[in-house]
């Protein structure tokens, strides 16, 4: 199965709660298509931590708490499948 999107868009989804990794869903997905999500997942992880937020802005902390958790949750279903089926990344 191809990446829907751009792999970074699917990342973002990921983080924004519009789409969840689960097993059955990579299994669709080949061993360099899951490098590349790895890779991505990792990028907008990094982008994410780099947001300024203002310091009594509760809203904005807690949305990006939400996406951090979000993609931190998805690298780890991504990494725990990965060593099961004994796929590199």
């Known amino acids: 199965m191809a990446i829907p999107g751009s792999p970074k868009g699917l990342a973002k989804d990921i983080a924004e709660g519009f789409f969840i990794l689960t097993p059955p869903i990579l299994r669709k997905f080949t061993s360099p298509e899951l490098k590349t999500?790895?890779?991505n997942l990792s990028i907008v992880l990094r982008e994410t931590r780099g947001e300024p937020v203002e310091t009594g802005?509760?809203?904005t902390i807690r949305r990006k708490s939400l996406r951090?958790?979000?993609l931190n949750q998805a690298l780890l279903?991504?990494?725990s499948y990965c060593k099961q089926n004994k796929v590199p990344l």
């Open 37 to 39: 999500i790895n890779q």
């Open 57 to 59: 802005n509760v809203d």
């Open 68 to 70: 951090i958790q979000r």
């Open 77 to 79: 279903v991504l990494t």
